[in-house]
């Protein structure tokens, strides 16, 4: 930690700071504001109140005018002027101009941000020819900019807004082709073809327009594109061609937005019946039906096109045909698949996937010996080892729960065997252990602790922890010779970029601390040393999502299974607690945060942008409809774009939570399994199997997606408490501690 310290400080050494600057004489003074440092600390923290966005801003000024008044001419103070002129563009524009130049001169290191500021602020005030000369010469004078797109996206709206169109269509271009996903890329575009249709270019301007209303549908800027094509179509409805319905269709599917994209796939087969797409079209309407649970439709339509096989679509529709039977508890179709369709060429990997949803409703029919009968072929399809691997887990499963408490120890040896695979391999060690359990083997104890040996962090060695003393890791075992920035020879310190993020982080402008920090992953993604160092500093300059992930992706053997040490810093990393005070603000007493940062860890990866392919929005994957179920419950309305704001998706996806925890008498398991699969079907598995133990009822949980992601949230839950120090704390909604 004193490393880091001294690493963040020569990285923000543009000035000095020393002790006179940092300390008030005052005894009577705001504990808050003793310091510089502090006070300028004070100001960004999180709220504990829930507040709106723009009472979040307004307090936050008011706080970092207090940096300048109480500290005036520290370097604390200087960041709290620039601070207040970023957060003053779109509020006050004149006067954070007021602010940003006065700046300038103490931020070199970031002259190409401030002069955006600048130029943003210039652009919001009115003064758009200014705005745009100044955005113009960014890359001169920065080449090594990353705002590359940003510029361009703010400098085109600039000459055009002062109908210098010659001047607007490089950058306005050059925006979009740079960085498609930008907020403003559709308007880019609007601005674009009607720069287009100014110099006479109208077929390009239309080529525009389409563009428009194919990439962002359902945006203001694509019913402004489809009235101008109309226009330009001599005022007759504008119709789009077979190819932008297909390719507008794929656009909304891949915004989850299944509903739209249902009803523009069915536009394209009425539009186009003989379209050489139209099978694949036919298949992906289907599926978009699936995802919005309309299961009786999508399989009218799977039927079709497996009765057209073989063919690539026919066999896809076959595991989706099987997926809807087995929802819709046609058990006997589901039975007879193959029989009914004999045309379709199925893979060997659609064959097994078919076999695992026929072995799955017999089992639900309590028809032990036909399930295992359909998972035995599967383990004849020779060298397809994860399917194999499938099959014999769901045997030994099969096996446990009908009391064969030796053959399932014989067939999840056989599993264990195939392969070194810790992803599944502490599941089958397991249970291993639990039968010889139930055949009270005297070697019970030691299977149990060679799987906490092994897998050290798995949801398996949590489970084994509840039933037997298992000695925690050795710290010494498990932590690496070095920390971030002690290993040396990477040369990050020095780089420009990494300076930057520091300073950006620094100054709380997490976002854009985080564009610097992913620029350096690329550059030195081959040193190990420097990417802990770099994952670290992007989770803290903000990136929780992008860290989390990348910190998942290089290290998950070390942090997830304990299969490698860990440098102490990742688990910051890997478990973010910046979401904590605001689940406490915004939850009863009883409520245990950590159950909500588990959620949002699994669910979204901390991506407030996330969506789901079936719809589900930002930090805790709400479906717009549950959620204003949940606010006209708490008298309140939520509309699908309000769940971005991660204030908002915190607030009602833990009413949500606490609504199930009260609707199944604080069970853990049952509330976070009826968090993804909903409450009646959960209350239909207590039906049948709620009297079993807590992990025999997570197996037996019939959905593949809701099984894995219970095991997760949990997984995820007791880290959370076991890096927090509160383990098994009276607050705790674990039922294994």
Not at 559 to 580: C, D, F, H, I, K
Not at 597 to 608: G, H, K, N, T, V
Request: glycine share 6%; charged share 25%; proline share 5%.
């Amino acid at each position: 930690m004193r490393v880091l310290c001294l690493l963040l400080l020569s990285a923000l050494s543009s000035v000095p700071v020393s002790a006179e600057e940092t300390a008030i004489p005052s005894a009577h003074i705001d504990p808050s504001c003793e310091t510089a440092e502090r006070c300028f600390r004070s100001a960004l923290a999180p709220d504990a109140e829930a507040l709106s966005a723009d009472e979040r801003t307004a307090r936050k000024l008011e706080r970092l005018k207090r940096v300048t008044e109480r500290h005036a001419g520290s370097l604390w103070a200087r960041r709290a002027t620039l601070t207040m002129g970023v957060l003053l563009i779109e509020r006050q524009p004149a006067e954070a101009l007021s602010h940003l130049r006065a700046a300038k001169p103490d931020f070199t290191l970031l002259d190409d941000y401030v002069r955006l500021w600048i130029g943003e602020a210039l652009l919001r005030s009115g003064d758009v020819s200014s705005a745009a000369s100044y955005l113009e010469i960014i890359p001169n004078v920065v080449p090594d900019t990353l705002l590359g797109s940003r510029i361009a996206y703010r400098s085109g709206e600039a000459w055009f807004r002062v109908g210098q169109c010659g001047y607007a269509m490089e950058p306005l271009t050059k925006a979009v082709t740079q960085d498609p996903q930008d907020p403003g890329a559709a308007r880019a575009l609007l601005m674009l073809a009607e720069c287009q249709a100014q110099g006479n270019r109208s077929p390009d301007s239309s080529v525009t327009l389409r563009q428009i209303w194919v990439r962002y549908p359902k945006t203001p800027e694509a019913d402004e594109a489809e009235k101008q094509l109309s226009r330009l179509n001599e005022g007759e409805p504008w119709k789009p061609t077979a190819d932008e319905r297909y390719a507008r269709a794929s656009a909304l599917a891949a915004a989850a937005m299944n509903e739209d994209a249902a009803e523009d796939f069915k536009a394209f087969l009425t539009s186009a019946p003989g379209h050489p797409k139209r099978e694949e079209v036919r298949l992906r309407l289907a599926i978009a039906l699936v995802r919005l649970k309309r299961y009786d439709q999508a399989k009218l339509i799977f039927q079709e096109l497996a009765s057209n096989g073989p063919s690539t679509e026919a066999n896809e529709a076959a595991v989706w045909l099987a997926r809807s039977y087995l929802r819709l508890s046609e058990g006997d179709r589901l039975v007879g698949l193959r029989q009914a369709y004999p045309k379709l060429t199925l893979t060997s990997e659609q064959q097994a996937l078919i076999l695992i949803m026929q072995g799955t409703w017999f089992d639900d029919q309590n028809q032990p010996e036909q399930a295992v009968a359909q998972y035995r072929q599967i383990t004849q399809f020779g060298d397809r080892t994860e399917q194999r691997a499938e099959a014999l887990w769901r045997i030994g499963w099969i096996q446990y729960r009908t009391g064969q408490y030796r053959e399932a120890v014989q067939t999840l040896q056989e599993l264990v065997a195939i392969k070194e695979d810790p992803a599944n391999n502490p599941q089958a060690l397991y249970w291993t252990a639990r039968s010889l359990e139930r055949l009270q083997d005297s070697t019970t104890a030691d299977a149990y602790q060679s799987l906490c040996r092994k897998y050290a962090w798995t949801y398996y060695c949590q489970l084994t922890r509840s039933r037997v003393d298992v000695p925690p890791p050795d710290p010494a075992n498990g932590t690496p010779d070095s920390e971030p920035g002690e290993a040396g020879g990477s040369g990050i310190e020095q780089d420009v970029h990494y300076r930057r993020a520091v300073e950006l982080r620094a100054l709380g402008l997490e976002q854009e601390a985080g564009r610097e920090v992913t620029w350096l992953l690329d550059r030195y993604v081959r040193n190990r040393a420097a990417l802990v160092e770099l994952i670290t500093r992007l989770s803290e300059a903000g990136g929780y999502h992008q860290g989390l992930r990348l910190a998942r992706l290089h290290f998950r053997d070390g942090l997830e299974r304990g299969l490698e040490p860990v440098q102490p810093s990742l688990w910051n990393v890997a478990y973010p607690t910046v979401y904590l005070p605001t689940i406490r603000a915004l939850s009863s007493a009883r409520f245990d945060p950590y159950l909500a940062a588990a959620i949002i860890r699994e669910e979204s990866q901390y991506d407030a942008r996330a969506v789901s392919r079936v719809g589900a929005i930002g930090l805790m994957q709400l479906m717009p409809t549950t959620a204003q179920a949940v606010a006209q419950r708490n008298g309140g309305t939520v509309g699908r774009d309000d769940l971005f704001d991660h204030e908002t998706n915190i607030r009602y996806g833990v009413r949500y939570l606490e609504q199930l925890l009260g609707q199944f008498n604080g069970n853990l398991v049952h509330a976070v399994a009826a968090y993804n699969a909903g409450p009646p079907i959960v209350t239909s598995w207590i039906q049948k199997f709620g009297d079993k133990e807590p992990d025999e009822f997570v197996e037996m949980i019939p959905y593949q997606e809701t099984r894995q992601y219970v095991r997760r949230v949990l997984r995820s839950y007791r880290e959370y408490r076991r890096l927090g120090g509160e383990a098994c704390a009276v607050r705790s909604l674990d039922k294994t501690c």
